[in-house]
């Protein structure tokens, strides 16, 4: 689950695609990683194709199975 979201702890501020997206690059920096593949399901695949528009240098593929619309200021 995302943070915030399901089983996973909310942690400080309110869950949205931003803090989503930035939760992903902490992910990245803490593999230590260059570059990602990203898979993202549903919200998942609304989150990794944010990440990937925002830091193209850091995405080696990025695959979307059923991605949701998601709007900028969610």
Avoid: N
Wanted: net charge positive; hydrophobic share 50%; aromatic share 6%.
């Amino acid at each position: 689950d995302q943070r915030g979201r399901g089983r996973s702890a909310a942690g400080a501020g309110a869950p949205s695609l931003a803090r989503d997206v930035a939760d992903v690059e902490r992910l990245r920096l803490a593999l230590s990683a260059e570059r990602l593949t990203l898979l993202g399901h549903g919200w998942g695949a609304a989150v990794a194709a944010h990440y990937a528009a925002a830091r193209p240098a850091r995405v080696r593929r990025l695959v979307l199975v059923s991605p949701l619309y998601a709007r900028a200021h969610w």
